[in-house]
């Protein structure tokens, strides 16, 4: 399964382009995108149009989200 920042990494040939196709897909700005990559957390209220769009399935982003809630904090 992919992390949410593998599922934005993959979504395009070099980085501007994942951050514009996944922003395209859900109707959020390249620099949300850019954001969320970051912090590594794609918001679940942009789930269904990632999937509707083929870039992520509701699995893998919902994996990666429950790994995250699990991990031990510092």
Known sequence: ???HT???DEAGTDE???YARVA???GAKPSA???WRHAGN?????WRALVAA???SY???????????KAPTR
Do not use: N, Q, S
Request: avoid cysteine; aromatic fraction near 2%.
């Open 33 to 35: 995108v850019k954001m």
């Open 24 to 26: 395209e897909a859900v």
């Open 59 to 69: 699995e893998e982003l919902a994996a990666d989200a429950e790994t995250r809630r």
């Open 42 to 46: 794609i918001p679940p209220g942009y």
């Open 54 to 56: 083929g870039i992520a």
């Open 16 to 18: 501007a382009r994942a």
């Open 6 to 8: 593998e599922v934005i």
């Open 1 to 3: 399964m992919r992390t």
